[in-house]
């Protein structure tokens, strides 16, 4: 079997040096091309980032800090939230870096996350069903709890006051992929 993996090299710097990305880095930077045909193990990492319709679902000088704002995307039934969490945070947007989104529903089992924002932590949680806690100013990961899967976070971006919702990092509960139902 023959494997195909072509990958850019995005590693120089601009004096020649090598840069150091991490895994998730690497998967934002959108650098790798690789051919899934003869490799359906990384199917599911193709899954990881999707990109879907542009959607403006904001204003920055609407966001005030440490009160989530929900909106669905990238479909009618995906509930998510947008918040400032007023600390630099991974994929963040806006001056300080810290405008990101996510989607609501815990990686575990589907429980709601609705209204479980904690400003003083930055975390989205407990999980009404079963305690897990995800921290928004890294990238969704689990601080605590049964999830072993960080939360989507919804892909940003800013230009001038309004904020765009552009993709999905992450499988959102519930799908096979992240171009529809399962
Ligand atoms: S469904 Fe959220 S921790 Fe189990």
Redesign the pocket.
Same mark, same amino acid.
């Given at each position: 079997m023959t494997q195909n993996i072509q990958i850019h090299d995005r590693t120089q710097d601009e004096e020649g040096g090598h840069l150091c990305m991490s895994r998730r880095q690497f998967l934002l930077s959108g650098g790798a091309v690789v051919s899934l045909a003869a490799m359906p193990g990384l199917a599911q990492a193709a899954a990881i980032k999707a990109g879907y319709a542009r959607k403006k679902i904001g204003k920055l000088s609407a966001l005030k800090a440490g009160e989530p704002v929900a909106f669905n995307y990238p479909f009618a039934d995906v509930r998510n939230i947008l918040v400032k969490v007023g600390a630099p945070a991974g994929g963040g947007i806006g001056p300080e870096k810290d405008v990101v989104a996510f989607n609501q529903q815990? &990686? +575990?089992?589907?429980?709601p /996350?609705e209204g479980t924002y904690k400003a003083k932590y930055q975390a989205l949680g407990?999980?009404? /069903? +079963?305690? &897990?806690t995800f921290d928004l100013t890294r990238h969704g990961m689990v601080i605590s709890?049964?999830?072993t899967e960080s939360l989507p976070q919804i892909v940003l971006e800013v230009q001038g006051d309004d904020i765009y919702a552009t993709g999905v990092m992450g499988l959102i509960y519930g799908y096979a992929a992240n171009t529809g139902r399962a």
């Open positions: 815990c &990686t +575990h089992m589907g429980g /996350l407990p999980c009404p /069903l +079963h305690l &897990t709890g049964h999830a």
